[in-house]
């Protein structure tokens, strides 16, 4: 499985971005996806995910504000973010893991290289 983010950029607060990440290698569907983020100095965090049968969770942190959604014919991953907020300001990366049922997944072990976000105030 290959994936490939991009959409990131520089954005005021307030505003608004649409990260994609295109999948290779898979089988939409099979597969939960999610977004992550990693601010420097700081862990690894997990904002979105949606799994095979398409529910879809969000921190606390984000929910309101981001939306994830997939296109099966495009085989990619969208997350559109609004309202961003300095302390939005990531790297945002896309991930996979193999569904071991409809609403269960193995952990994510496919990663993209990531995008950087970053939201002045």
């Known amino acids: 499985v290959q994936l490939a983010e991009s959409g990131g950029g520089s954005v005021q607060s307030g505003g608004s971005l649409r990260l994609s990440c295109v999948a290779s290698g898979y089988t939409y569907g099979s597969y939960c996806m999610g977004w992550f983020r990693q601010a420097p100095g700081q862990a690894r965090e997990g904002i979105a995910t949606i799994n095979s049968a398409g529910y879809t969770k969000y921190a606390d942190s984000v929910k309101g504000r981001f939306t994830i959604s997939g296109d099966a014919a495009k085989n990619t991953i969208y997350l559109q973010m609004s309202g961003l907020k300095a302390e939005d300001t990531a790297r945002y990366y896309c991930?996979?893991?193999?569904?071991?049922?409809?609403?269960?997944?193995?952990?994510?072990?496919?990663w993209g290289q990531g995008t950087q976000v970053t939201v002045s105030s």
């Open positions: 991930a996979a893991a193999r569904a071991l049922s409809v609403n269960l997944c193995y952990p994510y072990n496919y």
